[in-house]
């Protein structure tokens, strides 16, 4: 009996995680535990402790604020896809792309820039260059690879996109920020420098595109396939059939509305205030040049809202889920485990690799980020770390898989969007993602022993 009430705690967290990996499916897997947790806590009071703890998140400050962020994200992000402002800059960036090299520097330099979403920055970066890119055969792979390994860094690095909303909730959530006098926003920005993986990466695939880092693996053969062919598709051939890309587009379409919400952001430091009146700025735009019409505006918000809806409805699950893990000890149990065995500087890079494993396992840096926030806070604290180092070290390990795991969403979009199957993806960026998997655990270890 002592010891079935030693391991309940994680309980919830394998059978999530054995779930997810079995049905590749995160919101019923997590629904599930959900009701599941619930149960280990009290059976006969399910029918009330539930709703309850769900109403209890859904009206939290910290729900509120990502309810209403992301809902309005997701309406910029698809006015500005409707607007064809990226595809604007896209063009005009291609102006002075005169060869393989300023052809994907120059998609890695629109992949920086389009930081708001990842589904926007695979979607539409790749569908405005690859056309450049194919006129001077760059590898698809590679294409796909460029984009992805400067979008995924930009969503993480920049505190108004859609990831860091979601980061900022959580740090908000955890009562970290009390009697600190700093807001999420201000936390967010004091742990980007310690985003080390994401930052590695990124720098790779750019001195790759550059012909200066080492091409090995499947991208070595996709660009040889390439010189030797001139197809650079690999052997399995083009995936299937997309749109034809936007001919036409705009860029202040795409700067007035994004130098509005960094300006708005930068001096407010309110990312809702900043993104709302970005919303204003591309719709006023849009109705009086006449690219749409006000009903065509009001259609484009509503499926915006839409886009976000499944999103919201996991962070629903994901928020009450954490919350009811953390009331049956689960943080506490992980923290003593760990501290137990790890002296103080093991514990950067060691937990860097254990995220990472966990969040290419889920396959989601949703859940891991959320089930792994109060242990890496709860590790800080007790072990005497520095608090922005360990939620860099969550951060990064989340969203390592993002940029080499077959089944995450950021790599199945810009795999898709290349039309090149997600797995030749994966492989084709698995030996870099290992070197920077590599080089960040050196780091995280220093940066233990140092701080």
């Known amino acids: 009996m002592e010891f079935l009430q030693t391991i309940t ?13 079995w049905t590749k499916r995160i919101m019923e897997s997590s629904i599930v535990t959900l009701i599941l947790a619930y149960l280990l806590v009290s059976p006969k009071d399910i029918l009330t402790n539930l709703p309850n703890g769900l109403l209890t998140t859904l009206v939290s400050d910290t729900y509120s604020f990502v309810l209403a962020a992301a809902s309005i994200m997701g309406i910029f992000v698809r006015l500005m896809i409707e607007s064809g402002g ?21 998609t890695f330099i629109l992949g920086l820039i389009v930081f708001i979403d990842e589904y926007l920055n695979a979607l539409v970066v790749t569908s405005s260059m690859r056309n450049l890119t194919d006129k001077y055969k760059a590898p698809r792979l590679m294409l796909a690879c460029t984009v992805n390994s400067a979008g995924v860094p930009a969503c993480i690095f920049a505190p108004i996109s859609i990831w860091a909303i979601y980061y900022i909730g959580l740090i908000s959530d955890s009562g970290l920020l009390e009697g600190t006098e700093l807001t999420g926003l201000q936390m967010y920005v004091r742990v980007i420098p310690y985003m080390v993986y994401p930052a590695i990466f990124m720098v790779i695939i750019l001195l790759l595109a550059l012909d200066i880092f080492p091409k090995y693996g499947p991208m070595k053969k996709a660009y040889q396939r390439a010189e030797e062919t001139g197809d650079v598709f690999p052997e399995s051939g083009c995936v299937g059939v997309m749109d034809d890309d936007i001919k036409e587009g705009n860029v202040a379409f ?72 953390s009331d049956i000890g689960f943080a506490e149990l992980v923290v003593n485990a760990v501290s137990s065995v790890l002296s103080g500087w093991m514990v950067p890079p060691v937990m860097f690799i254990i995220i990472s494993l966990l969040s290419w396992i889920m396959g989601s ?34 969203v390592c898989p993002a940029t080499c795991s077959f089944t995450s969403e950021a790599l199945v979009m810009s795999s898709q969007s290349a039309q090149v199957q997600p797995a030749e993806m994966g492989l084709a960026n698995l030996p870099y993602a290992f070197t920077a998997l590599g080089i ?9 022993v140092v701080l």
């Open 440 to 448: 960040s655990t050196v780091i995280f270890g220093v940066l233990g």
């Open 254 to 325: 795409f700067l007035i509305p994004m130098i509005t919400i960094i300006l708005i952001a930068y001096f407010t430091g309110d990312i809702f205030v900043a993104v709302l009146i970005g919303v204003a700025v591309i719709s006023a735009m849009l109705i009086l040049s006449k690219k749409m019409t006000v009903s065509q505006v009001g259609d484009a918000i509503t499926e915006g809202v839409k886009d976000m809806v499944f999103i919201l409805v996991l962070l629903l699950i994901l928020f009450t889920f954490t919350e009811i893990c």
């Open 86 to 106: 990226t595809i604007g800059f896209g063009k005009l960036l291609g102006r002075f792309a005169n060869n393989r090299k300023k052809s994907l520097v120059a």
């Open 9 to 21: 705690p994680i309980i919830p967290m394998i059978v999530l995680i054995v779930l997810i990996v």
């Open 365 to 398: 840096y949703w859940a891991t980020s959320a089930l792994c926030m109060p242990i890496m806070i709860q590790l800080a604290e007790q072990m005497d770390l520095s608090m922005p180092l360990m939620l860099g070290i969550l951060i990064s390990g989340a």
